[in-house]
Each structure stands twice: as C-alpha cells, then as structure tokens.
C-alpha cells in the first residue's frame, strides 16, 4: 500500500513539473536607420517576417524599433539575433547583423525589479534610523 500510495504521489509530482511553462519573453530590437538603408530593407519588411509573433515596431525622431512577444519560450538575445531576414529574394542575414541593439526585456525587468526592492529598502531603513535619532 504504500508503495502504491508513493508511486501516485511521483506521478503527480512529475506531472506537475512537466505542467509548468516557461512564460513568454519580450524582446526590443533596435535599428539604426542607416543599416536598413545600406541593406535596402524597411523595418516593416522585418515586422512581416516575425508575423508568427506579436510585435509592435515604432518609428519616429529617435531610432526605429521592434517589440517581439514570443509565447512560452527558452530564447535568449543571441538565439533571437541567429534569425534569418530576407532582405532581397537572394539575401537573407542575420537579425543580429542588421540590428544595432538585442535585449530581453523579461530578464532585463525582473533585474530591474531586484534593484528596486534593494532600493527600497535602503530608504525604509534610513527612514527608521532618522525616526530614532529624532526621539531621542
């Protein structure tokens, strides 16, 4: 019975690992307007090539962007860079090559989130160390 009993209980517990998913990533591709030009290729024609993902490209007095959401994923920014763009019908490059900055926004956020916790607490701290000093 109790070998009964602790099999189930593996099961469940394997299942329950094997349940859990990555969550999805967000990544920021930045582009230099000059690099799209010298490839002849606009940021649009890259958007359409990542149309199996979300992404939300702005463009405007600063340099040009790209937003890639991709769904439950193990990427990182130099898998992400590994991607082939079709610049013309006979060329195609690294994403990497083209663009002038990667970065993950998720890991980039959750590092963010770190700092200002440590932040915060610095500040509570000194806040309490002035109400002492003030009682007395």
Known sequence: MRKFLAVILFTFIGLQVQAIQPESKTFLVIFQSQELKQNKIALNQI??????FDTKSYEGNS?????????????????????????SEKKSLKLEDIAFRV????????VFE??????L????SKT?????????
Do not use: M, W
Not at 121 to 124: A, G, L, P, S
Not at 128 to 136: G, N, V
């Open 114 to 119: 770190y700092f200002l916790s440590e932040q």
């Open 121 to 124: 607490q610095i500040k509570e």
């Open 128 to 136: 309490k160390s002035r109400k002492l000093l003030t009682e007395l």
């Open 63 to 87: 340099e040009l962007a790209l937003f890639i959401e991709i769904p439950s994923c193990d990427f990182d920014e130099c898998f992400l860079g590994d991607f082939l763009v079709e610049v």
């Open 103 to 110: 970065y993950d926004l998720t890991k980039n956020e959750s």
């Open 47 to 52: 958007e359409e090539q990542f149309s199996s």
